[in-house]
């Protein structure tokens, strides 16, 4: 019986100090293969690195809704997602378009889906709080995911807010955020070990990790840059309260 440990990474949003103190954590534990989920760029001042980054350490990543936005040719929406387009080499644009939507593996005699926000495609959302159909839902095969059969485990990212669930269908693991975690302001990330050659009988670990970083060095670097939209990146990063709620709960940056 041999036992691996894989990573999982989601949802860096261009934040290299989070990214970095996060891989070097990774590192530290001695493994050495790491998947990431996706929304690689975006709302971080720092995609291209982060876009090299995960080129030259990760295993295998999937497509992000953010990815879409960003690295493919359609329609800005913002300032934001055009300095953020722009910020990225053409090269790594087209690598971050051209990323397959999931990908499976197997784990202690278990199909393991990763992938960043459902099967349907990368922009829809399945929250902490969902129904049953729903949750069935995240295991099936689509279109989208190819012809794998149905999984026993589903890892994902997109929501910022890392949870599991296991019901008759399988386990359901959301691995949050590395660059723009939204439950508290600290990012994490999911171990996944078991058996790649093994059966069901075989042990199967999931863990999650936080790893705290030197957030007011990331601000910093996004200020220094000139990045659009900064002030929801600050409150995000100092409150983990997403930016849609600032207003109602009066969350601001103070102005010296």
Same mark, same amino acid.
């Given at each position: 019986m041999s036992f691996e440990r894989l990573a999982v990474v989601s949802d860096v949003?261009?934040?290299?100090?989070?990214?970095?103190?996060?891989?070097?954590?990774?590192?530290?534990?001695?493994?050495?293969?790491? +998947?990431? +989920?996706?929304?690689?760029?975006?709302?971080? %001042?720092?995609?291209?690195?982060?876009?090299?980054?995960?080129?030259?350490?990760?295993?295998?990543?999937?497509?992000?809704?953010?990815?879409?936005?960003?690295?493919?040719?359609?329609?800005?929406?913002?300032?934001?997602?055009?300095?953020?387009?722009?910020?990225i080499p053409p090269e790594d644009r087209q690598w971050l378009?051209?990323?397959?939507?999931?990908?499976?593996?197997e784990l202690s005699g278990r199909r393991v889906r990763v992938l960043h926000a459902s099967p349907v495609d990368e922009f829809t959302r399945v929250h902490r709080e969902h129904g049953a159909e729903q949750f069935a839902m995240m295991f099936a095969p689509t %279109?989208?995911?190819?012809?794998?059969?149905?999984?026993?485990?589903?890892?994902?990212?997109?929501?910022?807010? %890392?949870f599991l669930r296991s019901g008759k269908e399988g386990t359901l693991v959301n691995v949050g955020s590395v660059g723009n975690q939204l439950d508290d302001p600290t990012p994490s990330y999911v171990v996944l070990e078991g058996d790649p050659d093994g059966g069901k009988d075989a042990p199967f670990g999931i863990q999650f990790v936080r790893v705290?970083?030197?957030?007011?060095?990331?601000?910093?670097?996004?200020?220094?840059?000139?990045? %659009?939209? +900064?002030?929801?990146?600050?409150?995000?990063?100092?409150?983990?309260?997403?930016r849609g709620d600032h207003a109602a709960l009066g969350l601001s940056t103070p102005r010296g």
């Open positions: 949003h261009g934040n290299l100090t989070a990214y970095d103190a996060v891989l070097a954590d990774i590192a530290a534990r001695g493994i050495t293969r790491i +998947l990431n +989920l996706g929304d690689v760029v975006g709302k971080g %001042p720092r995609g291209a690195a982060c876009s090299a980054l995960t080129r030259e350490c990760c295993e295998a990543t999937v497509r992000g809704n953010w990815e879409v936005f960003v690295a493919g040719d359609g329609e800005l929406r913002s300032e934001g997602q055009a300095w953020w387009r722009k910020e378009f051209a990323l397959p939507g999931s990908l499976d593996l %279109p989208f995911t190819g012809d794998g059969g149905p999984a026993d485990v589903v890892v994902y990212g997109d929501i910022h807010d %890392p705290p970083y030197d957030v007011e060095a990331e601000i910093a670097a996004a200020r220094a840059l000139g990045m %659009p939209e +900064l002030e929801a990146y600050e409150i995000e990063l100092r409150t983990g309260v997403y």
